[in-house]
């Protein structure tokens, strides 16, 4: 019985290979074996959306996933949102300046799913980022500010696409 | 918590995954997106020997029309169906139940065959299977068989699939034309289990109910067609405001029959009221689709 599997895949553009537990799941390979801590792990069943991470452009709960499962893809978490210079991206200084985190638990399952949804959709409505966020659970904010930091990086995308 | 050990296995071709699972037996389980199994193994309710993961299978991922048929394969996620312009266009009643279906995040991954065989009274794709009168195909090493939706379900997060059997697709027959489909759901959160809802199809001819389908979510042990309203409905005039009586007298018989149980959430009179509501609702919406003023 095959307990532990090679694995290769490329994390924030980075590649590894690493031997991983069969039963380990995305998250905690990403916290314990990548030490990359930024990806928080809430109820470990799918419900809070605080593991939420970039799997191949699309995003998924990382406590859902098996770690081999992920062998050959492609995953940004929170701390491949900067870019090469090490500046925070649109929706990371829109959440900053709007005050959308408080304890920070929540956030980089919140930026994650935020990120897919101007990806999808740059001029969102306010009903549709609550729908988008809706399995994003935060207990500090009452959302408002999470989702007005939304309209404010849609609208700065936008403005920077046009210049 | 952690999900405990199992031997984990990711065949490349449907007869390997069919070999491991009848050497299972079993004690095989199958993942495929893994947003309902993941959390039973991180609970440890569920405790397989075997994890056969499916993701690796060529040609699962399809979604094919032909002639008035749906076909969708094992691996087709939740997002697949909302991002397909035939399940858009020409299913309407499968497309506005996908999208009530849990969270973005897990619409990405989950799947419908997985949803299916899943079979929690509170999902959605049991619910529009049934109301569809589809199909569920299944393979084994022995060979392929196919059930019924009705055949398929058998209880409480049980279903008619022995031990080496993997469900392979789904397939459903479209509506007669003059048809109107509604899928309506109610919960606490946006993309929560649902704690009741209903999915109803009525085809119309001339203001007359021609065939009526009617399947409430969230109650007893499945999916749970009402035949008793599907009759009193067929043959009705509902047509000129005729369908505000009929559909209440549905809703009172939705609110006699369903089993509703009581939960963390709320008391088994609310959800059994709850159930009238949504399938009353579910009519009125299928009927003004089918061109028809309530």
């Known amino acids: 019985m095959a307990w532990e599997q090679e694995i290769e895949l490329k994390v924030n553009g980075r590649a590894y290979a690493k031997r991983v537990s069969v039963r380990t799941s995305l998250g905690d390979f990403l916290r314990d074996q990548l030490h990359l801590t930024g990806t928080h792990l809430g109820c470990e069943h799918g419900v809070c959306g605080a593991c939420t991470v970039s799997v191949d452009g699309k995003s998924a709960r990382s406590c859902l996933m098996l770690a081999v499962q992920a062998d050959g893809t492609d995953i940004v978490t929170i701390e491949g949102l900067r870019d090469e210079d090490g500046e925070w991206s649109v929706m990371q200084k829109a959440f900053f300046e709007n005050f959308a985190v408080q304890c920070g638990f929540c956030t980089p399952g919140m930026l994650s799913s935020a990120i897919e949804l101007l990806k999808e959709n740059p001029d969102p409505s306010e009903d549709e980022i609550r729908e988008h966020l809706s399995g994003n659970i935060c207990r500090c904010s009452g959302y408002q500010a999470i989702v007005e930091a939304v309209q404010a990086a849609a609208a700065a995308q936008r403005a920077e696409v046009q210049v | ?294």
């Open chain 2, 1 to 294: 918590m952690k999900a405990p050990w199992f031997d984990y296995q990711a065949p490349r071709s449907l007869a390997d995954a069919l070999g491991i699972l009848r050497d299972a037996g079993e004690e095989g389980r199958v993942l495929a997106g893994g947003q309902s199994l993941m959390p039973m193994l991180n609970m440890r309710v569920a405790d397989p020997e075997v994890l056969v993961d499916i993701n690796r299978l060529p040609d699962m991922d399809r979604i094919e029309e032909d002639d008035g048929t749906l076909r969708i394969g094992a691996l087709v996620r939740h997002a697949d169906l909302l991002n397909s312009a035939a399940v858009r266009e020409r299913w309407p009643l499968l497309y506005e139940a996908t999208t009530q279906v849990a969270h973005p995040a897990i619409r990405n991954r989950g799947t419908v065959c997985g949803s299916v065989s899943h079979n929690d009274p509170s999902a959605e794709h049991p619910s529009v299977l049934a109301t569809l009168d589809g199909t569920v195909l299944i393979a084994s090493a022995d060979g392929q068989r196919e059930l019924p939706a009705e055949e398929f379900s058998e209880g409480m997060l049980t279903t008619a699939l022995e031990p080496g059997e993997m469900v392979v697709g789904l397939r459903y027959e479209r509506p007669p034309a003059r048809t109107g489909s509604a899928f309506v759901e109610f919960a606490r959160r946006l993309g929560d289990f649902a704690i009741a809802g209903a999915a109803a199809l009525l085809t119309m001819k001339d203001g007359v109910c021609e065939r009526a389908r009617l399947t409430i979510v969230g109650m007893g042990d499945g999916p749970v067609r009402v035949p008793e309203v599907e009759d009193l409905l067929t043959g009705k005039t509902l047509g000129n405001g005729a369908a505000c009586d009929v559909f209440e007298e549905a809703a009172q018989i939705v609110k006699a029959s369903v089993d509703a149980a009581e939960d963390v959430h709320v008391s088994s009179g609310y959800r059994r009221h709850l159930a009238g509501v949504m399938a009353k609702r579910a009519l009125e919406t299928a009927l003004v689709r089918a061109g028809v003023a309530a």
